[in-house]
């Protein structure tokens, strides 16, 4: 992803973005080398390497026109630094940076962390290769997110972060608006679900902190057997916190689950980990809730999924991403997504 007419990487304004750095980031030294780390279908992330060889990671919003909201830097940076105040593992916010003039746009830099992104069964076989690691990875997974539910927003400086209350109202209609500016095409499962989903809404019985896109995709694990760093926050907000363990239930496929789109694409799926019952019974454990209503929560996250996807696929269709995608492979996964949110929410007693 370099300019081949300036040479730098596409996103970096080398000049300005070094001399930024070397100004408000303790203990850099230039020059840098600045690296897209793939993966990322929304903020773009990139690794950047110091002259003596330290690693720290800088995030902005993808190139082109993007909704503020969705992308806002500042943001992302108040909830690491606050998060980072707790027992949960985030890497170290360093430096945010709000001076449009310096990189055209606002980024933000936080600590490097070792550790490796489990996002598919054949890495997790391969960094994991114990079943033992596997099951110990699934516990610290349950105390890191309890830790997370534990938190007392107003005690880290997040509790104006957003609304406590009415969670599931305010995405509902936040995510319904955010399909209907992004879709490409008529999708009816969408629809559907949308109006079972409102109608089926239970009350909100935990409020807190929820990250919103939590499962291991989005972690760093050692190979201990330990959760190292929870990233990609940008989800992030308060409210109910169920809606936490819906997310994960979804990326937490068993081994003698039936082989569906979903489930393909677990990094769970290789076995070892704590089976979903077994997860469920550990966090309302650890955290003193009663976890009901789990498959609600579940067909929410599907149809959530399927709007935040559509939305990332539409915006490699408009060239801002950095890169290329095989759209059509995000079109296929829109599609399960949607499927697997309204035979969920049809089941709902």
């Known amino acids: ?39 990322g279908h929304s903020n773009l992330t990139y690794r950047v390497t110091d002259s003596a060889g330290r690693k720290v990671v800088l995030r902005r919003p993808p190139l082109g026109a993007v909704l503020a909201t969705a992308h806002d830097m500042g943001r992302e940076h108040k909830i690491i630094s606050g998060v980072g105040r707790t027992s949960v593992p985030v890497p170290e916010a360093l430096g945010l940076c709000s001076d449009d003039a310096v990189n055209d746009a606002p980024f933000y ?19 994991l290769p114990d079943p033992g690691d596997r099951a110990a990875l699934g516990r610290s997974v349950i105390e890191t997110l309890a830790a997370l539910h534990a938190v007392d927003p107003d005690a880290v400086g997040l509790g104006d972060l957003g609304r406590k209350e009415a969670y599931l109202d305010r995405q509902l209609k936040r995510w319904r608006g955010q399909w209907e500016k992004s879709k490409t095409r008529e999708l009816p499962a969408m629809e559907e679900s949308y109006e079972l989903l409102l ?10 902190i929820v990250h919103g896109d939590y499962r291991l995709g989005n972690m760093l694990s050692g190979r201990d057997g330990t959760v190292q760093a929870v990233l990609d926050w940008e989800l992030c907000t308060l409210g109910d916190t169920l809606a936490d363990v819906g997310y994960v239930m979804n990326n937490w496929a068993q081994p003698d689950d039936p082989k569906t789109d979903e489930t393909a694409v677990s990094p769970t799926v290789v076995g070892g980990f704590p089976t979903r019952a077994e997860f469920i019974e550990a966090y309302s454990k650890a955290t003193g809730h009663e976890v009901t209503n789990v498959d609600y929560y579940r067909s929410f996250q599907y149809w959530r999924l399927a709007a935040i996807v559509e939305g990332v696929m539409a915006r490699y269709l408009k060239g801002v991403m950095g890169n290329d995608a095989d759209t059509g492979v995000f079109k296929t996964r829109i599609d399960s997504l949607a499927g697997a949110a309204l035979q969920l929410v049809r089941s709902l007693g």
């Open 1 to 39: 992803m370099t300019d081949q007419s300036t040479g730098e990487v596409r996103g970096i304004r080398n000049d300005a973005v070094t001399a930024w750095l070397a100004d408000h980031i303790e203990g850099v030294q230039p020059p840098f080398e600045f690296e897209l780390i793939v993966g």
């Open 109 to 127: 830099v936080m600590d490097f962390v070792e550790g490796h992104v489990l996002d598919t069964a054949a890495t997790t076989a391969k960094v």
């Open 199 to 208: 109608a089926a809404k239970p009350e909100q019985k935990y409020t807190g």
